[in-house]
């Protein structure tokens, strides 16, 4: 992807931010509808990092991940990246007015990956 295809998405993410998540008693389809695809939200993109980063620290430590572009990275540069990205949903997350379940699952699941990286020691490595 180009640095310009990022800024469009990235475009989108702080557009859907300023729109209040619609409650989960609208049902479920329309309520999942309403942080994915073109209604995708920073909640929603942290929490696909958050599992991401869990199945990579779940993989063999000699694992190599491979990017779409062809690029390698090592499984703790991989986690670091991940769990930089996740910051960063998170911090944007904060700068909105609203708080919903969507951002107190990202909130519960970046928890969990930090306490999980720092009961292995690899908080103060990432």
């Known amino acids: 992807s180009t640095v310009g295809d990022l800024g469009y998405v990235a475009r989108i993410l702080c557009q859907n931010a300023r729109v209040a998540l619609q409650e989960p ?4 389809r329309e309520w999942i509808e309403s942080f994915s695809g073109s209604n995708l939200r920073w909640e929603a993109l942290g929490i ?5 980063c869990h ?10 991940f491979t990017y779409r572009c062809g690029g ?14 996740i910051s960063i949903c ?9 708080v919903n379940p969507l951002m107190v699952t990202l909130l519960y699941n ?3 990956l930090l306490s999980v990286l720092d ?6 490595k990432l």
Do not use: W
Not at 48 to 52: G, P, Q, Y
């Open 25 to 28: 008693d609208t049902g479920p």
């Open 48 to 52: 696909i990092l958050s599992s991401c």
């Open 55 to 64: 199945g990579a620290l779940a993989s063999p430590e000699g694992d190599m």
């Open 72 to 85: 390698r990275r090592d499984k703790k540069k991989f986690v670091q990246e991940l769990k930089e990205s």
């Open 90 to 98: 998170v911090t944007l997350c904060s700068h909105a007015d609203f």
């Open 110 to 112: 970046n928890c969990i």
């Open 119 to 124: 009961s292995r020691g690899d908080a103060s």
